[in-house]
């Protein structure tokens, strides 16, 4: 049972917002149109009564043309970006771009940017007019230096802070709206603005919290689905879609993933209360939840081309990765400290002949172990107490009324205490915060630890407590955005510091430890930190979520790179075909990287599968096969000697011996003889222990703490192709099976990489 974050005032006022169809409303902003096909013949259904015609004839003789028409006759122009989008086996989610395409002018002079999704056995079709300013955004390859910045000013950001205030600026910077900001919800769904950047023009909402009701959870949800939407002007007529329902599912047509769907008329009417006549927003999404927003708006009507949106998409994205490693890590290290503490009082515990003695001689470490200002353990017989607590009949009266809760795994949280036990509020400033766990499954015995009230000043955008008023002449489901955003003030009184899940998950590891498994959990915890410690050292860098998402993206550069190439290559200059080389070869090579450190992140989730064989086999095998990549021309004197018999996995174990043989080989490649020796050294402290030496480039021993680091190069890569990545493969298969690595070398004299693996019965 979890309580936590401030109240959501208003939410009664607002129950008719939340069941608002807002993906179902059957209307189009009008900067661009849209035909829905449906069939294999990709045949006409349903489209917006904005369709282009020179001829000006009304919209119902347009319609009537079209509905019906296959799009091969229709729009013919479009056919062949939507049939090579219709051919992927797996189409990304949401709507994705096609081509920019001009249409014949029968149909209507002007440039459009073509974007499909599909619903089912639907294909939606959207054409949006190319912005005027479209011509001033500038193109990928000048675009690159900016984004390149970006990126290194997100690994140099010491904080969250200063990750969001970046990504504020440059999203404004990209765009030219008035105002940027970066909007994080709670818990709770309310939002606060925690970065901003602006020029003057519209008032600053820096720090200032929103609530929930003014942002809808199915409006939220529509944030989740489709990452980015544009209101380029808030005074918009809205265009119907006929007929309103698809006549093969009888239903209206759902919007969600749509580039061009209307907006709620509340919204619009929230956004001309806020004097702005402009927005975008882009989703900030972590492992597939929505963490906040970008939120840009502009005091006069504005229109932001295709190629700026996708480029602030790109940047989230990549925010959000880094922002997803940083949490990562930050929860990462506190697990690894509570961890110690817990496997500290396992210790203490196991040592005691009452165990609970354990807990009470070490009240730092028990307080420690989830940041409390308190404690008490209380049984039947006794009410022991730790630290700053309520009064001892004050905690048998609270141990009487939690021992009554239903409570789920044994667990209780709250940090708002007086809200759900009245009395609790008589000791508010030593018990606001508390977390229970019963250590006992026959009697009501807890330990409770207790956090002090602690008083805050919430400074809201506008009274939170009225956030919409009804309508009184269009019914109760009519409603009205509150007109003012002027800073309001609320005093927050009779609520903790929230508890954290590492802190929730370590009390419940510690009733575990405390139900039965005392001494299995005290070493089983202590090979957990153990192992902790050396994966957070990678976290930051990496993880299976940033490999994983990053591909898309770069296979898009890629593909529309290649499209541009062989569509338009004729009307580039040399300057601008070698341009677009450039960047598909720098995507191919991203792309590499990345495949790479999936392969890096899997490696620490794969379980090891250890066998007894033959090193020199293993080694004879990876040896062929580096030869094949070898030209016929290279000299290479190969040395092995008798590396006998290992106990290890051999999959994990043929990648360590290719790294290091194919670097190796790399690395020689400007000797007139490549020396390259594989050995094994006199077994030592119950290791095997390993060398490959070379007589390549070398490095300079200054690094050679670097050596073995994701992405860490000691060559430039126009001297020696690679990603980095490699050396790193080799460390963490090594440790993992229990062993060590490290090198030596010197400019220019080649360098020796050792490995060690534990002797193991049949390994010699």
């Given at each position: ?19 608002e ?58 056919v ?5 989008y ?9 709507a ?101 950047a ?103 009507p ?46 203490y ?50 141990h ?18 007086g ?18 766990i ?16 602690v ?54 590891d ?43 993206p ?11 190439r ?23 090579s ?67 011996i ?43 021993m ?63």
């Amino acid at each position: 049972m979890i309580r936590s974050g401030a109240p959501s005032p208003g939410a009664a006022d607002l129950t008719a917002c939340d069941r608002e169809p807002i993906h179902l409303l059957g209307t189009l902003q009008p900067h661009g149109f849209l035909l829905v096909l449906e069939g294999p013949d990709l045949r006409i259904v349903q489209a917006s009564t904005n369709l282009p015609d020179r001829l000006r004839r009304p919209a119902a003789e347009r319609l009537e043309e079209v509905l019906g028409q296959s799009i091969r006759t229709a729009f013919p122009e479009a056919v062949p970006a939507l049939e090579s989008y219709l051919a992927q086996a797996q189409p990304s989610e949401g709507a994705a771009y096609l081509t920019t395409l001009a249409l014949e002018r029968g149909k209507g002079a002007g440039s459009y940017d073509l974007a499909a999704h599909r619903i089912g056995d639907l294909v939606v079709l959207e054409f949006e007019a190319v912005a005027s300013e479209a011509a001033s955004i500038q193109s990928l390859d000048a675009l690159y230096p900016r984004l390149n910045a970006f990126v290194e000013g997100l690994h140099a950001a010491g904080s969250v802070a200063e990750l969001c205030a970046l990504l504020a600026s440059d999203v404004r910077h990209i765009t030219g709206f008035d105002r940027a900001l970066v909007y994080r919800f709670d818990r709770d769904w309310h939002g606060t603005v925690v970065a901003e950047a602006g020029n003057g023009r519209l008032p600053s909402y820096l720090d200032l919290r929103f609530p929930a009701s003014d942002i809808p959870a199915q409006a939220r949800e529509l944030y989740r689905r489709n990452r980015l939407r544009i209101i380029p002007d808030a005074g918009y007529e809205p265009v119907p879609i006929l007929p309103s329902h698809t006549l093969s599912t009888g239903t209206p047509l759902d919007l969600s993933q749509s580039v061009l769907r209307s907006v709620s008329p509340v919204h619009v009417e929230y956004m001309r209360n806020m004097g702005t006549m402009a927005s975008m927003s882009v989703s900030i999404l972590v492992d597939g939840a929505l963490w906040g927003l970008i939120s840009c708006h502009n005091k006069a009507p504005h229109r932001v081309p295709l190629q700026a949106r996708n480029a602030c998409d790109f940047l989230t994205r990549i925010f959000a990765l880094q922002l997803a490693a940083r949490e990562r890590g930050a929860l990462a290290e506190q697990r690894i400290r509570l961890g110690m503490i817990q496997a500290r009082l396992l210790g203490y515990m196991a040592e005691e002949e009452q165990f609970i003695d354990g807990l009470l001689n070490h009240p730092d470490d028990v307080l420690a172990l989830v940041d409390a200002a308190g404690a008490a353990v209380v049984t039947a017989e006794s009410c022991r107490l730790l630290g700053a607590t309520p009064a001892a009949d004050d905690i048998r009266a609270l141990h009487t009324w939690v021992s009554s809760q239903p409570i789920r795994d044994g667990v209780f949280v709250t940090d708002s205490l007086g809200e759900d036990y009245p009395p609790a509020r008589a000791f508010a400033e030593r018990a606001s915060g508390l977390l229970a766990i019963s250590i006992s499954q026959r009697y009501a015995s807890y330990v409770l630890w207790f956090r002090p009230e602690v008083v805050q000043t919430v400074r809201w955008g506008g009274n939170p407590s009225k956030p919409a008023t009804p309508d009184p002449a269009g019914g109760p489901d009519r409603l009205h955005p509150r007109k003012s955003f002027e800073t309001w003030k609320e005093t927050v009184q009779g609520r903790s510091l929230p508890w954290s899940g590492p802190e929730i998950d370590a009390a419940k590891d510690l009733r575990a430890a405390v139900l039965g498994i005392v001494l299995r959990r005290a070493e089983e915890l202590a090979a957990l930190s153990e192992e902790l410690q050396r994966s957070n050292k990678e976290l930051e860098a990496f993880s299976y979520s940033v490999s994983h998402d990053l591909r898309a993206p770069f296979r898009h550069i890629v593909g529309y790179s290649e499209l541009l190439r062989s569509r338009e290559g004729t009307n580039l200059s040399e300057t601008g075909r070698r341009y677009v080389d450039t960047i598909a070869e720098a995507a191919l090579s991203a792309g590499k990287l990345v495949d790479n450190l999936l392969n890096f992140s899997q490696m620490g989730r794969n379980a090891l599968n250890r066998v007894s064989g033959d090193m020199n086999q293993l080694v004879e095998e990876v040896r062929r096969k580096i030869l094949r990549d070898v030209p016929p021309g290279r000299a290479i004197r190969w040395q092995v000697g008798a590396l006998g018999r290992v106990y290890a996995d051999p999959v994990m174990l043929r990648l360590v011996i290719e790294n290091l043989l194919s670097n190796a080989v790399k690395y020689t490649r400007d000797r007139p003889e490549a020396l390259i020796e594989i050995g094994r050294e006199p077994d030592r402290d119950g290791e095997a222990v390993f060398y490959v030496r070379d007589n390549g480039v070398g490095f300079d021993m200054a690094y050679v703490g670097k050596l073995f680091g994701v992405f860490q190069r000691l060559h430039r890569v126009e001297e020696f192709e690679g990603t980095g990545i490699g050396l790193a493969n080799v460390r963490r298969i090594v440790e993992r099976h229990g062993g060590r690595t490290w090198a030596e070398g010197a400019l220019g004299r080649g360098a020796t990489f050792h490995f060690t693996l534990p002797l193991r019965e049949g390994a010699r």
